[in-house]
């Protein structure tokens, strides 16, 4: 079945340093691909989304570019702030899920950002 | 409303007791999505909701545990005899349409099973 796979965390990063967040995913079909953050205290939020291969989705200064040939959609920015903290989760819908909109997430990687 | 509504946020119980979520999705989103999140884990998919639709109930990890949802409004989640295993947050989440792909989420009830 389809599956998301993220890079472990914690990620523990200084205020200004660039980051990666590593994602695979594996699905038949074309799945639309997914950025959710988990600010504490707060409820999941989409950050961006990507629905084909080779877009580009972009939120808030991250980037994560829908790359098929190698099933990946690594979330980045150049400069992190202490904000950024949190816990953020890469899904995909679709790709023989059904269109139902159902979303598979990954296990969720956590930002600690260091002033 | 203007979020996706749960309640309560934080329930305590004893194991083996039953007990009930609650989720008030946005005014208009016809899908609904209900998800675990255990402690330090991804969101498991238990179930979900398309109007009239016979509900997806795939996720869902025993038969302790059921859904319902009346019409395209509230939905609750009812786990029977809980156990320690049950101890997550749940969260809920609707969108516009099951293709629209757009979660949006409530800030989920956490269960604690003693």
């Known amino acids: 079945g389809n599956s998301v796979t993220q890079m472990e965390g914690p990620v523990t990063l200084s205020e200004e340093a660039f980051l990666t967040i590593n994602c695979t995913y594996t699905a038949t079909g074309y799945p639309s691909l997914f950025w959710y953050v988990q600010y504490p205290g707060e409820g999941l939020q989409l950050l961006l989304k990507a629905t084909k291969a080779d877009d580009k989705g972009s939120n808030k200064g991250f980037e994560a570019t829908y790359r098929k040939e190698t099933t990946s959609f690594h979330l980045e920015k150049g400069s992190v702030q202490v904000s950024d903290s949190a816990v953020y989760f890469c899904?995909?819908?679709?790709?023989?899920?059904?269109?139902?909109?159902?979303?598979?997430f990954g296990q969720g990687t956590t930002l600690q950002v260091k002033p | 409303g203007a979020g996706v509504s749960q309640s309560p946020s934080n329930k305590v119980t004893e194991k083996g007791k039953d007990v009930e979520l609650r989720c008030d999705p946005i005014?208009?989103?016809?899908?609904l999505y209900w998800y675990r999140q255990r402690l330090g884990q991804g969101l498991e998919f238990l179930i979900y909701?398309?109007?009239?639709?016979?509900?997806?109930k795939s996720g869902l990890p025993s038969d302790r545990f059921s859904a319902e949802r009346t019409g395209e409004s509230v939905s609750t989640l009812t786990i029977q005899r809980t156990q320690q295993e049950d101890s997550a947050v749940y969260l809920c989440?609707?969108?516009?349409?099951?293709?629209?792909?757009?979660?949006?989420f409530g800030a989920g009830s956490r269960l604690t099973v003693l």
């Open positions: 005014s208009g989103h016809t899908a």
């Open positions: 989440a609707s969108s516009r349409n099951s293709g629209a792909n757009v979660l949006t």
């Open positions: 899904a995909l819908s679709g790709g023989g899920s059904g269109n139902t909109g159902k979303l598979i």
């Open positions: 909701f398309q109007g009239n639709s016979a509900p997806d």
